[in-house]
């Protein structure tokens, strides 16, 4: 399973790297690129198709991972790192740094810490008001988070410096991995690996926490612990994607669902394949807005919210009907 | 020997003054109104509630065992199951080794086997009715070859049949350096199968000791507020409760 996602992952990439506005020989250009060869293909390639690809494999990633995590630890099929409040504050975090400049000792890091902090907040917040009975409060807390940091959002939008600044923003928090460097995958990498690594290590606990926080406790497993380690991992991963590419919807809630059967629907043995299926997923998404008519582009983030939101409506009366 | 002593137990306001030991090969059955602490009492044995006093397992302090240690000798069959995910039976049994780290197949066949799931293995536990998923959570206790189970109310939801089978594959459990407590509600069916019982009212021990010293028209008149007939001259014991 996990071979075949790889290569499918690598097919994708490869076709990732094909698609563009101009003809250019693709390999010939790599190679040059990695040669630091300085001819037109080798620019093409290593300056605009490479990091766009290689960004949406982790953001991608990053996204799918972080939600089999937190579907796991909330054991609630509809979580997700949108409807738990985390993008919210992740893009919260991330805008403030924009605007007002905070944590300047961070540098180019400053708006992933940002998102890395709002996510988590949001997330803490979140938990906290769904309380001990969370499964079926989990949906509701997050609603209620995710409103209250968009207002937070609305009124840094509101106060803007300037119409310019503020279109950027609007633009930036649409989503996408266009016009970003290399140097934006110096922050995401480590946060997917750090912040994957986290999640990882508490497989057991996710596994076990399938019948429940009691059963889990009772196998000897730290639940307290255990979901603070899941919960900053989340954290990690869906700030520093929201920071380098802005709100990429429903990625989080839809690829565990595509995954799960693959997995005889064990929590575990679901993180690899959804980070996997995450990355395939939007590395395909963004190939499709390449493909659209020339003109003003479609954003990455509009195209996953205009196909996730329909399967999500479909998720929505799947439950439904099993209550019925 | 004891398995377990229990020293001055308190939790807060749902126990208090618990002193127990649980033998090797006992049965030890705990009764109660609903309230009376029966799950409170299980749950810190299993670990799941910070509570003063002293619990000891072969002479150890349980609040120095390591989480996982603690784990692979006493398992908690919970009140009320059920799985999130829609995994398969065989998964769920699996998850019986977690304490263990790994998912051995011996005792996992030989825990499905025992409870009569092996047919099965590739179901999807969801699929299953009330009583078929309750001997799949106990084959998952089973799996972990926990020295100690402790049962929460086993027997609810299961028809007569499953009752006799389930309470079966307990006593036989609770052999040589094994032992089982298990809360239930059933007073006929817990004099008949335990060896001890343990009667809890509001937090505290009425009375501890065989089926025959325990169950007294007394002791069920103060604790439960019935009058009841019983009858121990029998075959098996008879709690009848008078109308």
Known sequence: MTPALILLMLLTALASLYVGSTDIAVLDGLWQWLQGTDSAAAIVIGEIR?????????????????????????????????????????????????????????????????????????????????????????????????????ALLAAVLNFAPNPFALSELVFWLLGSVSERGLDHLGILLPALLLGGGLIWSQRRLLLGLSLGEQVAQSMGLSYARGSRLIILGAALLVGASVAVAGAIGFVGLLVPHLVRPLVRNRPDRLLIPAALAGAILVCLADIVVRWMPPGRELKLGVLTSLIGAPLFIWLVWQERRKWL | MALITIEQLQLDSRLAGINLTL???????????????????????????????RIELDGQNLNRLHGLQRARRIALLPQRCQSAWALKVADVIALGRLPWGDED?????????QTGVSTWMDARVDHLSGGEQARVWLARVLAGRPDIILADEPLASLDLHYQQRVLEL????????????????????????????LLLDAGRIHAIGTPQQVLTPAALRQVYEIDAEVDFSGRQPLIRVLG
């Open chain 2, 105 to 113: 197949p011996e005792p996992i066949g030989q825990a499905a086997r």
């Open chain 2, 170 to 197: 307990l006593r036989e459990h609770a052999q040589l350096q094994r032992g089982v407590i298990l809360s239930i509600h059933d007073l006929n069916l817990a004099a008949h199968w335990c060896d001890r019982l």
């Open chain 2, 23 to 53: 033998e090797a090969g006992e049965l030890l059955g705990v009764i109660g109104p609903n309230g009376a602490g029966k799950s409170s009492l299980l749950e810190c044995i299993a670990g799941l509630q910070a509570y003063n006093g």
């Open chain 1, 50 to 150: 490479l990091p766009r690809t290689l960004l949406a494999l982790t953001v991608g990633a990053a996204l799918g991972m972080s939600g089999a995590a937190l579907q796991g630890l909330l054991r609630n099929p509809l979580a997700d790192p949108g409807l738990t409040g985390a993008s919210q504050g992740a893009a919260l975090g991330a805008a403030s740094v924009f605007y007002f400049g905070l944590l300047p000792a961070a540098g180019a890091a400053a708006p992933a810490l940002a998102g890395l902090i709002g996510a988590a907040i949001a997330m803490s917040l979140m938990l906290m008001l769904a309380g001990p009975s969370r499964q079926g409060m989990v949906i509701m807390a997050g609603l209620a988070i995710s409103t209250l940091t968009g």
